[in-house]
């Protein structure tokens, strides 16, 4: 069965950096697209960037260029996403999503289960 | 930018059809994807590219699309229905992905 598990919680303060990992498995890792949705408290849904885990391509939100960084390793089937310069604005809860097919403009179809990134000085 | 919009909140009572729509420019050519939020979860996948319906998710659930505008319906809402829906598509280009702000679905 196809499983996400995503890294756990963390507290960082503003202006530093955070990487979430999301390690996929029970499916082809190099077959689906995988995305990054953000879910601030009690906000809706916020599409962040999706990679190519075969290719390493990526396309990142406007709102996050710059300061979003989604990388993969395919030895171990983990998905990177790195954001910097944070501030208080950030703290939500991240989403690894893979993509339902290998197209970027494919929606989720299995969600890992969210990493809490709470950003206070 | 792109935007999906959607009704802040739909109620209907138990049994009763509840119909959630998203409107965006692009639809008539781009898929639309609905996901179901219940308090404290993950989103769960209730419809992909329009109209399809994954396996698990009861057959009350259905989608459609037709020009601007994509609809889920939920027919014979049940309590347990009560949740936050989101739409998901894309731009004409594929390119600028978005949600919609999200429903508040009450069944009471």
């Known amino acids: 069965q196809v499983q996400l598990v995503q890294s756990g919680a963390e507290v960082k303060k503003p202006g530093a950096s955070v990487k979430v990992s999301c390690k996929a498995s029970g499916y082809t890792f190099t077959s689906y697209y995988m995305h990054w949705v953000r879910q601030a408290p009690g906000q809706g849904l916020e599409w962040m960037a999706i990679i190519n885990p075969s290719g390493g391509d990526t396309n990142y939100a406007q709102n996050f260029q710059g300061r979003v960084t989604m990388t993969r390793d395919t030895s171990t089937s983990t998905v990177y996403m790195e954001l910097s310069s944070l501030r208080s604005e950030d703290t939500a809860v991240y989403y690894c999503a893979r993509a339902s097919q290998m197209a970027t403009t494919s929606g989720p179809d299995y969600w890992g289960q969210g990493t809490l990134v709470t950003v206070s000085s | 930018s792109y935007e999906l919009t959607q009704p802040p909140s739909v109620s209907v009572s138990p049994g009763q059809t509840a119909r959630i729509t998203c409107s965006g420019d692009a639809l008539p050519k781009k898929y639309a994807y609905w996901y179901q939020q219940k308090s404290g979860q993950a989103p769960v996948l209730v419809i992909y590219?329009?109209?399809k319906r994954p396996s698990g998710i009861p057959e009350r659930f259905s989608g459609s699309s037709s020009g601007t505008m994509a609809t889920l319906t939920i027919s014979g809402a049940q309590v347990g229905d009560e949740a936050d829906y989101y739409c998901y598509s894309t731009d004409s280009s594929g390119y600028h992905v978005v949600f919609g702000g999200g429903t508040k679905l009450t069944v009471l």
């Open positions: 590219e329009d109209s």
